[in-house]
């Protein structure tokens, strides 16, 4: 610990010297330090879905202000965010240039990446469960982050966290940790899977689909069955996207993490849903309110949404049946279609239809029977290769 202790005051005071130098240079440099209030845009004009409780953070790291700020310190459970602050909670207390261990490394990769629950409650259990949460909120200055209650000790997807604690989170992990600390947990979430490791849930909603990269995403969700609902399988039979009946909170969808070069915004969404939403409802509900967002540095994604109908919808690497699928959607989600060809003939009484849909965010192809539009062409989607 000493060691560490005298390795953090020489960081410390290296930072400092490089600050002074920094706002000598550039005088808007030192803007960026503090969170500013700014004008806010009414919070009425954030897309809210009926029946979704939502707190909203976005934070410009370029100017120092928040651009969007709606029930920003409201308390959710966690879900998988909590995986941040047991990254952090490891990392903390190491000698920067000691190396990790390989199986910790890789349990650290699989968890920040892909959000796997294994790693998460095997670093939880050894670092000493809810004290982890108690260590970091003290250190980071949380205000709204608490660990699991009294009971529930072993439950770290019950930690309560907030979209403002969210943000202080991540301006701490890009402006105050170590570079080590910075890139292995940053590097992680740039490569977050569409596919979840444990339950297999396709967890690319939100920031993922709202924007184009460069983004990195740690995203949560909780309440929507277990692994029998993934949506990261190819489908031999229709499943519903019910929520179990053992589920006895309201569904969870939270997206979080930095959008557009340079990390220039730090944007925490939770959402709780009505109880029984399906979750490519929950899916939908999220991507809107997030697309709504006014996010400085963010890209918008070429493209039309549509809806998307039935459950068990395969996307195809090519247009055709016949090669196995990649995985399927979300039933009922909402989908970016970024071109349109004609493939094999389809059908699905009373539908036949030989178009389908390009969804560049999947890297596959639908039928366009299962895309909700009343024509078997898409309304102003080009055909492949004419855009």
């Known amino acids: 610990m000493a060691r560490w202790s005298k390795w953090r005051l020489i960081a410390a005071l290296g930072a400092m010297t490089v600050a002074l130098i920094a706002a000598m240079l550039s005088p808007s440099a030192t803007a960026a330090a503090h969170a500013k209030s700014s004008p806010l845009r009414d919070a009425a004009t954030v897309t809210v879905p009926p029946g979704v409780t939502a707190g909203v953070a976005v934070f410009d790291r370029q100017t120092g202000t928040f651009t969007e700020q709606l029930n920003s310190t409201m308390q959710f459970r966690s879900a998988s965010l909590v995986k941040l602050l047991i990254a952090l909670d490891y990392l903390y207390n190491r000698d920067p240039a000691q190396e990790i261990p390989a199986s910790d490394r890789a349990q650290l990769n699989t968890m ?97 689909g709202a924007f184009d990269r460069p983004w990195a995403v740690k995203q949560g969700w909780s309440g929507f069955g277990g692994r029998e609902n993934g949506t990261c399988r190819p489908a031999t039979s229709a499943r519903s996207g019910k929520a179990p009946a053992i589920n006895v909170t309201d569904p969870a969808l939270h997206t979080t993490g930095t959008v557009g070069a ?39 994604p070429a493209g039309t949404w549509f809806g998307t109908w039935s459950s068990g919808v395969n996307v195809r690497p090519s247009a055709s049946t016949n090669p196995d699928a990649l995985l399927q959607l979300p039933a009922g989600v909402e989908v970016l279609v970024g071109c349109q060809k004609e493939g094999q003939t389809v059908s699905v009484p ?23 539009s009343p024509d078997n062409q898409l309304p102003g989607v080009p055909v492949c290769g004419e855009q």
């Open 112 to 208: 920040l990446r892909s959000s796997d629950d294994g790693a998460a409650s095997d670093f939880w259990v050894r670092n000493g469960g809810g004290a982890i949460v108690t260590r970091m909120s003290r250190l980071l200055k949380l205000s709204d982050t608490n660990p699991p209650p009294a009971g529930q000790e072993g439950m770290w997807g019950y930690t309560t966290m907030s979209a403002a604690d969210t943000v202080k989170i991540y301006r701490y992990v890009l402006d105050e940790a170590a570079t080590p600390v910075r890139d292995l947990i940053m590097g992680n979430l740039r490569q977050s899977t569409r596919c979840s490791t444990t339950d297999l849930f396709d967890q690319h909603f939100g920031i993922a």
């Open 350 to 372: 009373p539908y036949t239809n030989q178009w389908w849909a390009y969804l560049p965010q999947y890297g596959g192809y639908v039928t366009n029977i299962y895309i909700s």
């Open 262 to 300: 340079g990390d220039r915004s730090i944007v925490a969404v939770f959402t709780l849903h009505p109880t029984g939403t399906p979750y490519g409802k929950a899916y939908t509900d999220l991507g809107r309110l997030t697309r709504s967002l006014t996010v400085p540095g963010s890209v918008r």
